[in-house]
DNA sequence: AAAACAATTAAACAAACGTTTAATTTAAAC
DNA sequence: GTTTAAATTAAACGTTTGTTTAATTGTTTT
């Protein structure tokens, strides 16, 4: 699947309608006029609205687990690696932001009619990744054993994107302003989330 | 604002489809096949859809600030009250967690003519509540300085929802039955998010 | 029982929807 | 320069959308 540049506009422009108004409240007539091109351009290059979203998640499915193996091969001390895989996380989640928010809707929704294997498939390979690490923290006497490791991704991605689906509710709470809260997101928001893990994963009841 | 039965059914009913398939993936002639009504019945009753969404979160907006400064004013330890507030707001979150998925995807986007304020100011105000608690924790020495408090309840919220919304994927990363669900929310996804905060609230970097 | 009001209905409304068509322009291959 | 294929267009397709209408049935009030 290689995309020209008219395709990519176009999935571009529907990830952003998409991811604000929904994919139900975006129009193929609205994606066309906003990516400026013809209406009838849609089905011909995608076939269906369906399968325009379906290629976009292919579009921005990528190369996280590599970077995220590449984090760990490091070797750096536990708790660095975790402070390093945790940023990475959000980084990454931060920049893919509107597609993980289509996905967590219309995921959560059975409904509709998408395939979401690839998806899940990757997901849990992330997973296993995280899980291996943490194991060898534990074995190392660095993390303790009282942890829910499967839980550990729900809070890390949970805290983000509830911070990021009320944005701004936290914009007047923290009086932060559009352009403050890219800084607020790497910064303040990535340091609790670490903090947050950290301390867990180093707590003793 | 009083609901006669037929008002609450079609509330509830609507409830159920906007969750399940968002605001715009929902048609009045759904809601009301689904109500077993007339599709005049929404218009005769609530003016529009938009204003039938508004009275559904009014009439589920209620008195979860009460509950939380009950558990409060109880005055056991904190580490205690602690877990006790995260069981409450896991209790009363899962119980309405379909109206909060709305909210949560209706008000992330700004486009809908939609008003918040009564949400948003109930919000705020639980999290005043919480914040004292905390800083009275922290003047106690029970619970440590370094922690952002306005970040807390992102994690438990996010925690939670992000849990909720990907239920379908840790149905089978868990092995769970749509039955078990709801214990596990009460149970082992609870725990963790008390684990959690305690550790965060006792931990010293 | 008559009058007044609320509840309910089937039908119709214009507007917007996703998709397809058939014709035309642009670009590439020979 | 002609042929062939891809890209682009405006228009039309049949549905479905949210809302309104005008008529009818139920239920109180007097």
Chains 1, 2 share one sequence.
């Not at 990744?129 to 993390?143: L, P, R």
């Amino acid at each position: 699947m290689d995309l020209n540049d008219k395709q990519i506009q176009i999935l571009e422009t529907a990830e952003e309608l998409f991811s604000e108004n929904g994919f139900d409240g975006t129009s193929v007539r609205q994606i066309s006029k906003a990516a400026g091109i013809n209406i009838a351009m849609v089905s011909y290059y995608f076939g269906s609205k369906e399968k325009l979203l379906e290629a976009l998640l292919l579009y921005r499915m990528s190369d996280f687990r590599m970077q995220l193996e590449s984090v760990i091969s490091k070797n750096k001390p536990h708790l660095e690696t975790l402070d390093a895989i945790i940023a990475l996380i959000v980084k990454r989640i931060h920049r893919n932001r509107r597609t993980h928010k289509i996905i967590n809707f219309e995921y959560s929704n059975g409904s509709r009619n998408i395939d979401f294997d690839n998806y899940l498939a990757q997901k849990k390979e992330n997973l296993n990744v995280i899980e291996a690490f943490v194991k060898s923290g534990q074995d190392t006497g660095v993390f303790s054993y009282n942890v829910n490791i499967q839980l550990l991704t729900t809070t890390i991605l949970g805290t983000y994107f509830h911070f990021y689906y009320n944005n701004k509710y936290y914009q007047t709470l923290l009086n932060l302003d559009n352009s403050s809260v890219e800084s607020y997101v790497h910064n303040e928001l990535t340091h609790h989330i670490q903090n947050t893990i950290k301390a867990l994963l180093t707590y003793e009841k």
